[in-house]
């Protein structure tokens, strides 16, 4: 089965989760988001906020310009 759920509350998906439409579906809305996301690797293909703290543990590659506001520690 591709879409699977035994009476938890949890979905299991056994193959990739591909939406129907280019750059349409959301994930999530302005009051409901997503507690965690656990994943290798993102792509982000234009912008990315980050509201609150941004951590890396490792190393941090950036191919463009870096703009940078408020307290900065490096």
């Known amino acids: 089965d591709l879409l699977e759920s035994k009476h938890t509350q949890s979905i299991v998906i056994n193959g990739n989760l591909?939406?129907?439409?280019?750059?349409?579906?959301?994930?999530?809305?302005?009051?409901?988001?997503?507690?965690?996301?656990?994943?290798?690797?993102?792509?982000?293909?234009?912008?990315?906020?980050?509201?609150?703290?941004?951590?890396?543990?490792g190393k941090a590659t950036f191919n463009s310009n870096v703009m940078m506001m408020g307290g900065v520690a490096i």
């Open 18 to 57: 591909i939406p129907l439409i280019d750059n349409y579906y959301t994930l999530g809305n302005s009051s409901h988001y997503w507690e965690h996301v656990y994943t290798n690797n993102i792509d982000v293909k234009n912008d990315a906020s980050i509201q609150g703290n941004l951590i890396v543990d």
